[in-house]
């Protein structure tokens, strides 16, 4: 179980009541696709990524950028039990990404099984990728108060997300 | 991991750091002040310092060390193995630190050129400096073994 002192608790609520999720959802994503290219493989449906002012201008990227930081919303609210708070979608993710096994027709249930396990721990390094643009953006957008106190705990509680949504399938 | 630096790259490192210019004591030693706080860890590094929170004097001073260093590796990226070859046994055969801590530093550093330059560390820059900083912890590794 993750301990939170009061000011770790206090310093999350803050960051979260008064974030621009338009702004920084978008900007932490966009800066992920272009900062570690290799990212986009995951968002091959989402259209023209073939340079930087083109993410910056894709609303599919700009939308999920939101929606994935509305995601960490749940967490905010549940600090003491982020692990469960993302069990149903942690499964999610796994079952978007996995390969299709109709395309294999013996040991269809095993192949799924081992298919989600490399998945969801290879997803765990871009959602770190992920996480350090996030910090970053709201490093530029708080200044000097985004202190190395607020810093750590900021890291922190991502981390615990990151290492709740990579850990579903040990 | 090392990605070659291009000449964009260069370029853009070079155009971003004559903005860093005139301010490398505050940032660097804020940059140390943000890793000793974030990862504790790396104060095993420093238990010779009588005091290691944001803003003391052996923090600033280290910071401005650092930075310095770092600014100088701005003017020999063309070559770094060859410019940074004195460090890099400073680093390996002296102070002994873990080249995984450099990774933590360079990241350290990029938070505060955000929360110092912000609109201005476009997705762009912060990818060149990025680079330019695995450059750095790649040829100050060098003479590890």
Known sequence: MVEWSEKERSIINNIFSNLDY????AKALIRCLIVYPWTQRYFASFGNLYNAE?????PKV?????KVLHGLDRAVKNMDNIKATYAELSVLHSEKLHVDPDNFK???HLLLLSFNKMISNA????????SDCLTIVIAGKLGSAFTPEVQAAFQKFVAVVVSALGKQYH | ITM??????KDIVKAFWAKVSGREQDIGSEAVARMLAVYPQTKTYFSHWKDLSPGSAPVRKHGGIVMAAVT??????????GGLLKLSE?????????PANFKILAHSLIVVLATVFSSDFTPEVHMAVDKFLTAVARALSEKYR
């Open chain 1, 123 to 130: 997803f765990s390094i871009p959602l770190q990728l992920l």
């Open chain 1, 22 to 25: 338009e702004d920084v959802g």
């Open chain 2, 90 to 98: 400073l680093h390996a055969f002296t102070l002994r630190v873990d």
């Open chain 2, 4 to 9: 070659s630096l291009s000449a964009k790259d």
């Open chain 1, 62 to 66: 700009a939308a999920h950028g939101v």
């Open chain 2, 72 to 81: 100088d590796a701005v003017s020999k990226m063309d070559d770094l193995k």
């Open chain 1, 54 to 58: 083109a993410i910056s201008a894709n």
């Open chain 1, 106 to 108: 013996v040991h269809k």
